[in-house]
Every structure is written in structure tokens, then in C-alpha cells.
């Protein structure tokens, strides 16, 4: 079980097994209308966006770089990673931190939904309708109360190679 204080925190992570099926657990999070989901193992905080100050020269992903409790995090705009458009910050929107071999990278998203366990084997393989790009970067899918979310493999998505 995940415990999140405030949705802002994530506090501590405890994996669990129903009558001996591996359940996994993410966090959805909504990139315009479309609903992914990416590994609580891999989350360290979700927390509301601060002041994300630019960085000259850098691609258009990057956001910029934002302080958060004294810890300096680039803010990636994965929408634009998805060919998805332009993230358009609102109130709902938040920086989900992502523990990476590269150090804490901020993902901004929409909003984020709602924590999910998730029993292995119900994971389907992504839909072959989408886009090649888009589809390397979905580890699967799986069918949840609000519809369909992707699962995001996020460090190969956040580091994939520029073209």
C-alpha cells in the first residue's frame, strides 16, 4: 500500500500479494485527456508546481528547473515527449517526482488521479493502434473504474535519445 500524505508526499511504499497475485501499484496521472500510469516504486513525491525557472538553449521538454525543499529538480513536460502538444499549467497540476539512475527528475502532469493496485496479470499488452513512438514508451495497459491508463515506462521515456 502507498501512503501519501496530502497527495503531496509519498511516504512509504508496502507491496503487497492477494491470495498469491503480485499487486502493483501506480499513480495516474492525466496528460490532457488521456490517463497513464506510472510505478510507485519509481516515485519519491508528487507536490504542486513551484516557480520552474527556464533554461536557455535547453529542448522544449525541458521546463526548466524548480527548487523544491532545497533539492533542484528539472521539470520535464513528458506531453511533449508523447507528441502530445504543451502542457497548460492549472490548478489541478502537479510535479511527480521520479527516482531515476540519473538522480530526481520532475514529470509535470495535469492532475494526478488517484493511486492504483493493479494485480499483474490483469496488465494487457498496449494497444497496437498507437503510434510506434508512443508505443515504446507503454509498457501496457489495463482497464480501471475511468477507463484505460498506459503504463508509462517512465526513465526510458524521460531519457529517451533525441532525433
Known sequence: MLVVDNKNEVVQDISREKEGEQILQFIGI???KELYGIPVVKIRKIAKPLQITSIPGTTPHIM????????ILCVVDVKILLNMGKVIPGENSRVVVIKTAEG????????????YDIVRKNIETALSTLSAEIS???QGQV?????????????????????
Open 143 to 163: 482497464q480501471i473504474d475511468c477507463g484505460l491508463m498506459g503504463i508509462l515506462d517512465i526513465e526510458k521515456l524521460l531519457f529517451k535519445q533525441e532525433k
Open 104 to 115: 530526481l527528475v520532475g514529470v509535470f502532469c495535469d492532475e494526478v488521479i488517484d493511486i
Open 64 to 71: 526548466g528547473l524548480m527548487n523544491l525543499h532545497g533539492e
Open 30 to 32: 492525466r496528460l490532457g
Open 136 to 138: 515504446s514508451y507503454i
